[in-house]
């Protein structure tokens, strides 16, 4: 697999091709990360009612990388797939490293911060087209983005088609043994939020179950302060 340098976007790809309104795009999340800090929270919402409010760890996220992350980057064969990549603290990591990598999230916020940490990024769905589809050495989904799209089965499979021949998915469970998907919105200490959307919470045994029905295999699982993770394995085409 060769070794691809993954720049910035072009200024004109910015903030293309989104959709407009997705809701990580939305303030409050984009001004917390601007800020580098929270409160931030995850509404769970049922039938048009608001339930728990869910932390969000926004002060983590904008910091260097911990010892559980590096836990995660020490496994990372490149080129490495960040999605859900936030603020971009994996991605400028892994480039200080000199391994290929590149961020993808629907936030401009977190584009923007990833590149001014020295990361690249895209401002991309995983569900929308992306680069060396079929070629990542190493895919990761961390700080809950298991979640994304409130369907693990097919996020899964989406991941499974962008992970090379035998390339590995590291992802991190919910710390409790929770299966569930609801939907959500975030919101601040102040009550301001974006709009809705689908999610999901996975913990361990609900994560292997979904891989399991995606035809990853289980390579490895840890734990690194509080924080679970699994890797998993896309195999290897028959000869």
């Known amino acids: 697999m060769s070794e691809t340098t993954y720049a910035p976007a072009h200024p004109a790809d910015q903030w293309a091709p989104a959709h407009q309104g997705e809701p990580w795009a939305d303030d409050p999340y984009a001004r917390a990360l ?17 339930e728990e409010l869910l932390p969000l760890d926004v002060e983590r996220w904008c910091a260097a990388p911990d010892a559980a992350d590096m836990s995660v980057l020490r496994r990372c064969t490149g080129p490495v797939l960040d999605v859900g990549c936030g603020p971009g603290r994996l991605v400028a990591a892994l480039a200080a490293r000199g391994l290929p990598a590149l961020g993808v999230d629907v936030s401009p916020a977190a584009v923007a911060r990833t590149r001014r940490e020295g990361g690249a990024a895209v401002r991309r769905s995983v569900f929308d087209r992306l680069p060396e589809e079929g070629r990542w050495g190493t895919v ?11 369907d693990p089965v097919a996020l899964l499979a989406r991941l499974r088609a962008l992970a090379a021949p035998g390339g590995t998915l590291v ?13 959500a919105r975030v919101e601040d200490a102040g009550g301001r939020h974006g709009r ?7 913990g361990t045994s609900a994560l292997l179950r979904a891989s399991d ?27």
């Open 140 to 150: 990761l989904l961390m700080d809950g983005n298991v979640g994304i799209g409130g």
């Open 213 to 239: 029905a995606t035809g990853w295999v289980l390579t490895g699982r840890w734990t690194a302060q509080d924080r679970t993770f699994v890797e998993l394995r896309r195999p290897k085409r028959k000869p």
């Open 196 to 202: 809705s959307f689908p999610w999901a919470r996975l």
């Open 171 to 183: 992802a991190e469970a919910a710390r409790s043994d929770v299966h569930e998907r609801f939907t």
């Open 34 to 50: 601007r800020l580098g800090r929270g409160p931030l929270f995850l509404r769970r919402m049922s039938r048009g009612a608001d």
